[in-house]
């Protein structure tokens, strides 16, 4: 019997091993599905690498000791391959990412490049018939405060977060952290776990970002919250979105639907040490304005979270709005805290 724990631990750590090999082919499998450069031959890649695999375990479990370095070497080149892979700003880009936002900081004076303000229509949802890239000048001591939209497309636990910065004496400024597709190219959950989408910061007027996805895409919501923030710490944030954009324009990122994507890449612009406490919300953002609400970032003039969240519904307001220069200003229309 004193055996007994000592098997047990070795069966235990067998298995914990075959788990880690089995995932660790699985994790290679997709890499070369996603990833493989010769996008016409990349099925046909994973699924010879998939096959080889499973010949290599049948061969462990015939007891070939050869065999187990081969169901390890055969993901390590995979992973050692796919780490090598660079992100890359010269692709053929659909028309509303093809162009990366940079700015010019002059003391209180920021001129920002590339601020898009598309316009949109019921046949041309994606405003390639009306592209418009602007250059906008704004005063970094005009800057008032942050309002968020929460955009859902189907799905209740999921959502794309906007924060939209306000200004005295000029319009808003929304930026949106997304993937940049190119041409032909169309978002993949499973996708967005591999090296598939560069990452993209759009600034935009609301006009464009925000209506595109409350009138004209179809089966989206678009929710409207002010952040409670003082006017230093916003100018903070901002100003945190200009480093990160600015280094995306000279470098570019990967899109990680973890790691990297319309959340979790705003929380890594804040040093670790300035960072909020970690929430599933921020990785689940779908109760993202949950969370918010609890941690007092919302003005709420008193409300409970399930009526504040009910009364943030912009869809109506905006499409009454749609072609109204004063599109911004008639979505804040009786939402709490405007």
Same mark, same amino acid.
């Given at each position: 019997?004193?055996?007994?724990?000592?098997?047990?631990?070795?069966?235990?750590?067998?298995?914990?091993?075959?788990?880690?090999?089995?995932?660790w082919?699985?994790?290679?499998?997709?890499?070369?599905?996603?990833?493989c450069?010769?996008a016409?031959?990349?099925?046909?890649v994973?699924?010879?690498?998939?096959?080889?695999?499973?010949?290599?375990?049948f061969?462990?479990?015939?007891?070939?000791?050869?065999?187990?370095?081969?169901v390890?070497?055969?993901?390590?080149?995979?992973?050692?391959?796919?780490?090598?892979?660079?992100?890359n700003?010269?692709r053929?880009?659909q028309?509303?990412?093809?162009?990366?936002?940079?700015?010019?900081?002059?003391?209180?004076?920021?001129?920002?490049?590339?601020?898009?303000?598309f316009d949109?229509?019921?046949?041309?949802?994606?405003?390639?018939?009306?592209?418009r890239?602007?250059?906008?000048?704004?005063?970094?001591?005009h800057l008032?405060?942050?309002?968020?939209?929460?955009?859902?497309?189907?799905?209740s636990?999921?959502?794309?977060?906007?924060?939209?910065?306000q200004?005295?004496?000029?319009p808003?400024?929304?930026?949106?952290?997304?993937t940049?597709?190119e041409?032909?190219?169309?978002?993949s959950?499973?996708?967005?776990?591999?090296?598939?989408?560069e990452?993209?910061?759009?600034?935009?007027?609301?006009?464009?970002?925000?209506?595109?996805r409350s009138n004209?895409?179809?089966?989206?919501d678009?929710?409207?919250?002010?952040?409670?923030?003082?006017?230093a710490?916003?100018?903070?944030?901002?100003l945190e979105?200009i480093?990160?954009?600015n /280094? +995306?324009?000279e470098?570019?990122r990967?899109?990680? #639907?973890?790691? &990297?994507?319309?959340?979790?890449?705003?929380? *890594? @612009? =804040?040093?670790?040490?300035?960072?909020?406490?970690?929430?599933f919300?921020?990785?689940?953002?779908?109760n993202?304005?949950?969370?918010?609400?609890?941690?007092?970032?919302l003005?709420?003039?008193?409300?409970p979270?399930? /009526? +504040?969240?009910?009364?943030?519904?912009?869809?109506a #307001?905006?499409? &009454?709005?749609?072609?109204?220069p004063e599109? *911004? @200003? =008639?979505?804040?229309?009786?939402?709490?805290?405007?």
């Amino acid at each position: 019997m004193a055996g007994f724990p000592k098997r047990l631990l070795r069966i235990a750590c067998a298995l914990l091993l075959g788990v880690v090999i089995l995932g660790w082919g699985a994790w290679s499998f997709g890499a070369l599905w996603f990833d493989c450069p010769v996008a016409s031959s990349s099925h046909a890649v994973a699924f010879t690498y998939l096959g080889l695999f499973f010949v290599l375990l049948f061969l462990v479990a015939r007891g070939h000791w050869w065999a187990s370095l081969g169901v390890v070497m055969l993901p390590a080149l995979v992973t050692f391959w796919w780490l090598l892979l660079e992100p890359n700003n010269d692709r053929d880009w659909q028309t509303d990412v093809s162009r990366t936002p940079w700015a010019e900081v002059n003391g209180d004076i920021i001129t920002i490049h590339n601020v898009r303000n598309f316009d949109y229509r019921p046949d041309d949802k994606s405003g390639e018939k009306n592209p418009r890239w602007e250059t906008r000048t704004i005063r970094l001591s005009h800057l008032t405060g942050i309002d968020a939209f929460l955009n859902f497309w189907g799905v209740s636990w999921m959502a794309h977060p906007i924060l939209s910065f306000q200004f005295e004496g000029a319009p808003p400024l929304a930026i949106s952290v997304e993937t940049r597709k190119e041409r032909g190219e169309s978002y993949s959950a499973l996708g967005g776990l591999y090296r598939q989408f560069e990452l993209i910061y759009i600034v935009a007027d609301e006009r464009d970002v925000i209506r595109v996805r409350s009138n004209y895409r179809d089966g989206e919501d678009v929710y409207l919250y002010r952040i409670s923030m003082p006017r230093a710490e916003v100018r903070e944030r901002f100003l945190e979105y200009i480093r990160a954009m600015n /280094e +995306l324009n000279e470098h570019p990122r990967w899109y990680n #639907a973890i790691t &990297a994507n319309c959340t979790t890449a705003v929380r *890594s @612009q =804040r040093s670790i040490a300035a960072r909020n406490p970690w929430d599933f919300r921020i990785l689940l953002n779908g109760n993202i304005d949950e969370m918010f609400y609890q941690r007092g970032l919302l003005v709420t003039e008193g409300l409970p979270f399930p /009526e +504040l969240r009910r009364r943030a519904h912009i869809n109506a #307001a905006a499409k &009454a709005a749609d072609q109204d220069p004063e599109f *911004s @200003q =008639r979505i804040r229309s009786g939402i709490p805290g405007f």
